[in-house]
């Protein structure tokens, strides 16, 4: 180890010394960088790169020249090599239409903006008033809001330019995260008892979501059993469980309850859902105990009750509070011997 480190000194004694830079030389590069940041400094905001030339683009609504003029106004105290994309939004804050601005520029003297607009996604009902809302709560007071979009009740209109209703809110959650095929087929989103946001179709179910919770799985377990044919005329899905959903009011209540034990993931039912909460021996009194059917175990015919003991009489029961609930069909509430 000795005889290494020997060996190491001696190597760097041997190689040659580095030459000293001279102290005016430091100083030299050290003024050039300070003068070349200075000179950019200058250039930067000088009147040889001023902006002389604003294009505005995206802009539909009736808010358009006044928006126009506002960035106009603004991006003409910037320069093309020191743009200020947060004063181009704050020059457009007052406009609820405005959702982004983006910029960009042209060396020397030209910038474009574009404009960024909400876009109404459903309708505020207040009274006898529509009022149009967009995707992240923003009202857009100034829109028209048709008849085509989706409609969420509302006590008194919104005092600000944000919605903050929590129920309200909840149901435009719902809608933002429907489908687009879906979407245009909402009538309505309302708060129904037990059962929570009920979403109306037009020429539809109801659907009931419960909570603006798993939206995604909800929507997806909505979209398998609407485009299933054995379920048609069913007057509700029952989504609050997305992982079962449950289907009711359908006219032909046994047949599709076989159809539902073949796919193994509906659960069909006869009559609306039992309310959260209810009872057990309440529902069965009112024939409305919700039956779940597994893929593994046939539905009993209609015509003859299932023998004691069979797989049918097994059958799991959903009661009280758990997300899907609803009423038997008839040969199930006569499955006992």
């Not at 505020?124 to 969420?152: E, F, H, K, N, Y």
């Not at 034990?261 to 057990?280: E, F, K, L, N, R």
Request: net charge positive.
């Amino acid at each position: 180890m000795t005889a290494a480190r020997l060996a190491l000194g001696t190597t760097l004694r041997r190689l040659p010394a580095l030459p000293r830079v001279p102290r005016r030389t430091v100083g030299a590069i050290a003024a050039a960088a300070l003068l070349l940041a200075a000179g950019w400094l200058w250039l930067r905001d000088s009147s040889l790169v001023a902006v002389r030339h604003v294009s505005v683009s995206g802009l539909t609504t009736v808010d358009a020249p006044r928006i126009r003029l506002a960035l106009e106004s603004a991006a003409r105290d910037m320069t093309t090599l020191h743009l200020r994309p947060a004063e181009l939004r704050f020059a457009v804050r007052r406009f609820p239409i405005v959702a982004d601005v983006r910029v960009s520029a042209s060396f020397p003297h030209r910038v474009r903006v574009t404009v960024i607009e909400h876009h109404p996604i459903a309708a505020l009902a207040v009274a006898d008033r529509r009022i149009a809302i967009a995707r992240d709560g923003t009202v857009l007071a100034t829109l028209p809001a048709p008849s085509t979009l989706a409609t969420i009740p509302l006590r008194s209109a919104p005092s600000g330019v944000r919605l903050t209703d929590r129920r309200a809110r909840a149901a435009l959650a719902i809608v933002a995260a429907a489908p687009r095929a879906l979407r245009v087929r909402i009538a309505r989103v309302t708060t129904q008892g037990g059962r929570g946001l009920a979403v109306a179709l037009d020429a539809g179910p109801t659907l009931y979501f419960g909570t603006s919770g798993q939206l995604a799985a909800k929507w997806a377990a909505a979209a398998r059993v609407l485009a299933d044919s054995r379920v048609a005329g069913a007057t509700y899905v029952d989504v609050r469980l997305p992982a079962r959903p449950a289907v009711g009011g359908l006219p032909n209540a046994p047949s599709a309850s076989a159809a539902a034990a073949d796919a193994g993931q509906v659960v069909v039912s006869a009559q609306a859902p039992a309310v959260d909460g209810a009872s057990t021996s309440s529902g069965t009194a009112a024939g409305a105990t919700a039956q779940s059917v597994p893929a593994a175990t046939p539905a009993a015919p209609a015509s003859a009750p299932a023998p004691t003991g069979s797989p049918a009489a097994a059958v799991p029961q959903t009661t009280g509070s758990r997300p899907v609930t609803g009423a038997a069909t008839a040969p199930a509430a006569n499955a006992q011997p």
